[in-house]
């Protein structure tokens, strides 16, 4: 694998493109439906949230891997732990649309992936295998930072429209459901292609033109609390008195009475999520 690397990331050329390399990670918040909605929480043991991970990426380059190695480490942790569904897998090619209508559950696994949310068509590879995912799939947190590396790989033929962008302009890479908050730290190799599809061939000795964008993060967490939830002292409005009791419990590190983000603690995520419902009628 280590070979696989250096033939990989070796040899980019600095050759004007029609649009010059970008990488940009955008989220999405997904409602989680009844009856799923209700397993989860079960499952977890607290309100679970599940958010997607996009890519935006020229339209003249493809995804070529999302990795982790001893250079630049891959990590998503959350304040609580993940839900990985029993019928599910580290990447999205483990989901079978007809499985999901008997366990609605399992729509809402964590996974990474390359374009597609299932099995369906899927061509990613793996490597070096599933077992440095273990721990991820038991819930616990996912870390690749060795000499090996680990990640997903797609196929190096060009031009497969599972690597390229969507009428958005973008790629889906990940699915993560939690009852807490996600941080989530991906690398990416990218790589251009001709207008026709066909990989790019720069003059000289390289081989093709590829891009990597290291310690690409996102924190993931619900957009907005319920209003009900800040009002402290029962007014039926979220105003300045919430905010001074909240201050008065900011820095709070064990049976905190206010903690939103579900991390153990009173601090700025919760000062984050009180505000987003500030001045709003309960």
């Excluded at 799923?36 to 607290?46: D, F, P, S, Y």
């Excluded at 990590?75 to 007809?98: K, L, M, R």
């Excluded at 031009?159 to 302009?169: K, L, R, T, V």
Aim: proline letters at 6%.
């Amino acid at each position: 694998m280590k070979n696989l690397f250096t033939l990989m990331f070796v040899g980019c050329a600095s050759v004007f493109s029609a649009q010059s390399p970008f990488l940009n990670l955008v989220t999405e918040e997904i409602a989680i439906d009844e009856p799923a909605l209700t397993t989860i929480t079960n499952a977890l043991g607290g309100e679970p949230a599940t958010y997607r991970v996009y890519a935006e990426i020229p339209d003249n380059y493809e995804m070529q891997i999302i990795y982790g190695d001893f250079v630049t480490a891959m990590s998503f942790t959350s304040t609580t732990q993940f839900y990985q569904d029993i019928n599910g897998g580290p990447t999205a090619s483990f989901i079978t649309p007809g499985q999901i209508a008997l366990t609605p559950e399992l729509a809402y696994d964590s996974w990474i992936t390359v374009g597609l949310d299932n099995v369906v068509g899927n061509i990613l590879t793996i490597f070096p295998d599933i077992t440095p995912y273990a721990t991820w799939e038991s819930g616990g947190d996912l870390l690749f930072s060795d000499i090996v590396g680990a990640g997903v790989l797609m196929p190096t033929a060009g031009g497969i429209p599972q690597n390229m962008i969507d009428a958005d302009g973008r790629i889906l890479v990940a699915q993560f459901t939690s009852d807490g908050t996600i941080e989530a730290c991906f690398n990416f190799q990218i790589r251009r292609l001709n207008p026709d599809g066909t990989i790019y061939d720069p003059p000289g000795t390289a081989t093709s033109e590829t891009e990597l964008f290291s310690n690409q993060c996102v924190t993931l967490m619900p957009d907005v609390i319920s209003p009900c939830a800040a009002d402290f002292d029962g007014s039926g409005h979220v105003a300045t008195p919430d905010l001074l009791f909240l201050l008065s419990n900011f820095g709070c590190t064990s049976d905190c009475i206010i903690d939103f983000s579900q991390d153990g603690s009173t601090g700025t995520d919760d000062l984050l999520f009180f505000l987003s419902a500030f001045d709003s009628g309960c």
